[in-house]
T-cell receptor, first 112, second 113 residues
Framework: DAGVTQSPTHLIKTRGQQVTLRCSPK?????VSWYQQALGQGPQFIFQ???????QRGNFPDRFSGHQFPNYSSELNVNALLLGDSALYLC???????????FGSGTRLTVV | GQNIDQPTEMTATEGAIVQINCTYQ??????LFWYQQHAGEAPTFLSY????GLEEKGRFSSFLSRSKGYSYLLLKELQMKDSASYLC??????????????FGTGTRLLVSP
């Protein structure tokens, strides 16, 4: 039973560029949440998707957007990249109404 | 607002016991989680508390006091592989019924021989 899969594992982008990160949830899960984790910090909630809609959003600008597909997989898009967007981006899946998250290994984004 | 505090770093010796504290102030509370995270890896689930008291699971135990907004993670018989960051997270959803974890900054534990 595959857990949460994220791609790519590492990515280097230039300031001003756009990036798309991908996440496949654990089998049986229907909800995907995205977190940003800066070096030495705890994960910060970006947003959550359920039934292909954004259900909750953290304190992140509109440059951060997402999507959920009918198969429950999800994408995180970041436009106009800033140096400060360099971080580990974690995807966590869960089943609506059930307890707990399963985290993916993350995508390490470096903006230069 | 949401505020979760835990120490930045702790050190301990192999075979010893260490307690990592977490205090929280959140607008909602559906339970408190502890995760372990090795450098560059995904957080992995350690424990969950929703009622006051102690939950024991092998070498790891977690305690919760809801009235005090306080939790701790107790690690016994420390091993070198326990060197990692330990994240305290509160499920503090808005009134939408959706789970939302709010994390502390994490406590980096260094275990020495």
């Amino acid at each position: 039973d595959a857990g949460v899969t994220q791609s790519p594992t590492h990515l280097i982008k230039t300031r001003g560029q756009q990036v798309t990160l991908r996440c496949s949830p654990k089998s049986g899960h229907d909800t995907v949440s995205w977190y940003q984790q800066a070096l030495g910090q705890g994960p910060q909630f970006i947003f959550q998707y359920y039934e292909e809609e954004e259900r909750q959003r953290g304190n992140f600008p509109d440059r951060f957007s997402g999507h959920q597909f009918p198969n429950y997989s999800s994408e995180l898009n970041v436009n106009a990249l800033l140096l400060g967007d360099s971080a580990l981006y974690l995807c966590a899946s869960s089943l609506q109404g059930a307890l707990g998250y399963t985290f993916g290994s993350g995508t390490r984004l470096t903006v230069v | 607002g949401q505020n979760i505090d835990q120490p930045t770093e702790m050190t301990a010796t192999e075979g010893a016991i260490v307690q990592i504290n977490c205090t929280y102030q959140t607008s909602g509370f559906n339970g408190l989680f502890w995760y372990q995270q090795h450098a560059g890896e995904a957080p992995t689930f350690l424990s969950y508390n929703v009622l006051d008291g102690l939950e024991e699971k092998g070498r790891f135990s977690s305690f919760l006091s809801r009235s005090k907004g306080y939790s701790y993670l107790l690690l016994k018989e420390l091993q070198m592989k326990d060197s990692a960051s330990y994240l305290c997270a509160v499920d503090a959803p808005p009134n939408t019924g959706f789970q939302k974890l709010v994390f502390g900054t994490g406590t980096r534990l260094l275990v020495s021989p």
